[in-house]
């Protein structure tokens, strides 16, 4: 008879006839014959202890003292499925533990009952499905682990040593870079021309020039200026050009500065004057005396050295300016100090007061292009097309921030009597200043003939520098004379040009007896004056 787990009172497990539904042995009763195990010896257990080595089976040490052992994979030829689960002779056991399901590795015993006892006798720690220590799984994750981190270094090696590899490039061409650099600055590099100063004493120097024309609206004379900013040299200059300056006009024929700007207008005397000087003039500004005064009073007035005393209009009032250091004047004061020129004064004196107004106007105009661009949009003047407002202000910008900083001169540039430039003046200022050469400033060997129209007609002048430039002759236009003459006369100041003047005479269709001596222009060696006699 079972004890309700198993086991008889004689410590003996009953044959196993099957399995319920749910999984649990259905046990042989007490009277019938037990089977006898090979090797199985019950006197040899002891009472409350399992009938099988503990430490084979791993569940054993999960179970009670005196708790018997359900399974039977220990017995030799057991086979779990040799008797239907329907047989008569099952009685359920509520109390006995489930039986686990055969693994699928696990041999099959053979079906028949007789057989499962000549089987072999199978032990449980001869089946692979004993569990392997953690300690083999944690080898294996660690083993992972090492691999892939030793990976990880492998490619961030590759990675150092590619950046290593592109460092040195980058080095390499900066160091050969700046190996030429050097070479090229101190002119070592063969095929190239000496150093930055020999390079300044060429002309290649950045400039930007622009040609700056104060008109009077009172009909006074127009006074003209240069202002240079040298870029390479960070240097402002403001270059004063007398009127008598000669230029030649488009048609081909001399004229004086100060003709050109009555007569030819703008763009025409700004291509004179780079044609003359060899500049790459930008553009024009012309600056008419309201605006003057204009930009004056937006500046917030201006502080100069005055070398004259200019009065008032009116009688009685206080003198505009006062002789003296340090004047402040104001836009109306100004205008009057830059356009003053006493009685028989030279034309360079008027010059410098002009340009002490341009440079003064600079030192107070701001330095930021925009703000200059702002405050000569606010004179409302006509701008003129080479030249936009917002151009304009940006180089009085530089040319502001050069005047402030004491990078900036002012100068007259010296003209001879017949209004030619003189070697020295050619190599020396114009070239340091405008790094230009001038084309026509010595005309030794040109005759330069002045003509000037007195006969009643217009255009009649035209006609007579045409043939006089055919002929091989520089024209000095003179313009219309005050009144008509009857007869044509042409003059010379020297006893030696007389041969010159009559083969002029000669040129222009006159008499010979129309050469005679007398006084000519100041920029021409001979002085022709047309009268109605002169046909064309």
Known sequence: MSDGYGYDPYGRQPEILGYDEYGRPIYASASQPQQTYQGYDPSAQHPGYPSYDSYADPYAQQQPQGYGQPYAEEQAGYDPYAYPLDSPQ??????????????PHQAQPPQDGPAADAGPDYRTEQFSFVEEPAEDSEDVIDWLKFSESRTERREEAKRRGR?????LVVAAVVL???????LWYAGMLPGLDGSKDEAAATGEQRRDVIVVHLRSTDGGDTSTALLVD????????????PNSLAVTAEEGTATTLG???????????RDALGTLLGADIKGTWRLDTPYLENLVEL????TIDADATIP??????????RSGADRDLDGRAAVAYATH???????????????????ASLRKLSSEPAAAGRTVESLGQIPDPSLSEKQLGASLAKLAEQAKNGSYDTRVLPVRANGTLSRATSGGMVKQILGGTVKNSDTEGVLRVGVENATGARGRDDAASVALVNSGYTVVKGGAAASARARSVVTYAEAGDKAKAVEVAKTLGLRESAARKGEVSGNADVSVVLGADYKG
């Open 90 to 103: 099952q009685q359920p056991d509520p109390y006995a533990p489930q039986q686990q399901p055969p693994f």
């Open 176 to 182: 050969v870079a700046g190996g030429l650099g050097y």
């Open 259 to 269: 003709k050109a700007v009555e007569d030819e207008g703008a763009s025409p005397t």
């Open 163 to 167: 950046n290593r590899i592109v460092a």
């Open 230 to 241: 040298n870029e390479s040299a960070s240097k402002g200059s403001t270059l004063l050009l």
């Open 341 to 359: 020129r006493a009685p028989a004064e030279a034309e360079a004196k008027q010059l410098n007061r002009f340009g002490q107004v341009l440079h």
């Open 312 to 321: 008032a209009k009116k009688k009685g009032e206080s003198p505009l300016v």
């Open 299 to 302: 500046v917030g007035g201006i």
